[in-house]
């Protein structure tokens, strides 16, 4: 018996995925990972504009076949024009990667005057909580219901829903205090944690049919946060630093992708520099 080699397991050519919010930041990351280990990448945003320059880049970067699609993640009917059209151009679907999706966080000082738990709780909206819900939660809902009937057609899956620790953990809010950055809110927290059970439920569910479900939980990134946030959240890492842009994610998000995790079923995979360890 020959046993298939790692460089094999790990290999995507041939694989067709798609990557929500797949134009910028850890969506584009996610996307050049898997275009670097050779699957055909389909890129969507809400801006089809910047879906389809993103895709004409990595293509031209990466060598790979690459559609560049317009996907509003929170409507169901966008989600079956895009499978659609994936299914047209490509002929299959291998893998998504539920990517799209976030808070809004953004450089903003919180009212010195206000402790931070009345934004947090009190002041939040319901209509916020719902938007948010929908954009984190309900979406990756959409997106597994819209890809698993051509997965099934296709005998083969993979599905990798991209959470948060803020779905593991309640966040000490002190941490927001004086550091130029806008709170956490508990829509994302309690999004994030839907997406963690979420994925353990489909995947248990879709395990008989060779479709892998499993979600990755990164701890945060270090991008153009204020200076002062980055240095306060660097501190509360094993680390002592945050995520690295366009290094950390790629052999995690490779692994859960591929063959190579084909033992791995509703597993949360965190990706967090030991931040939830202790
Ligand atoms: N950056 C971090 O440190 C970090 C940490 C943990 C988890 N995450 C998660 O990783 C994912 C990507 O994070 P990022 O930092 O690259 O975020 P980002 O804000 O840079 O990108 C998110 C992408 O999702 C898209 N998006 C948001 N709402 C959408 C909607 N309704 N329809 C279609 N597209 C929509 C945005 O347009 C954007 O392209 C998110 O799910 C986020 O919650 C990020």
Request: with cysteine.
């Amino acid at each position: 018996m020959t046993y298939p080699t790692v460089q094999e397991l790990y290999d995507l050519h041939g694989q067709v995925a798609i990557v929500t919010g797949g134009a910028r930041n850890l969506g584009l990351q996610i996307a050049e990972a898997l275009a670097e280990v050779g699957a055909a990448v389909v890129v969507t945003a809400r801006s089809k504009d910047a879906a389809v320059t993103a895709a004409h880049q990595l293509a031209k970067a990466k060598g790979v076949r690459t559609l560049g699609l317009e996907l509003e993640i929170t409507e169901e009917a966008a989600w079956s024009a895009l499978v659609q059209k994936v299914e047209d151009e490509f002929g299959k679907i291998d893998i998504l990667v539920n990517n799209a999706g976030g808070r809004d966080a953004r450089p903003a000082a919180p009212d010195p005057n206000i402790p931070l738990d009345v934004p947090f709780l009190e002041a939040r909206s319901p209509e916020e909580w719902r938007r948010l819900v929908d954009v984190n939660l309900t979406s990756v809902f959409l997106g597994c219901r819209a890809v698993v009937p051509a997965m099934k057609r296709n005998g083969r899956g993979k599905i990798v829903n991209i959470a948060s620790t803020d779905g593991m953990l309640g966040r000490d809010l002190e941490l927001y205090n004086g550091s130029g950055q806008s709170a956490s809110v508990p829509d994302y927290l309690a999004s994030k944690a839907g997406v963690i059970n979420l994925t353990r439920g489909i995947a248990v569910v879709l395990a008989p049919y060779d479709i892998y479900v499993n979600c990755l939980s990164p701890a945060g990134f270090q991008r153009s946060q204020p200076p002062a946030f980055i240095e306060k959240y660097s501190k509360m890492f094993p680390l002592k630093r945050m995520g690295r842009d366009g290094i950390d994610l790629k052999g995690p998000i490779v692994l859960l992708c591929s063959a190579a995790s084909d033992f791995m079923v509703g597993h949360n995979l965190v990706v967090d520099g030991g931040f939830t360890a202790w």
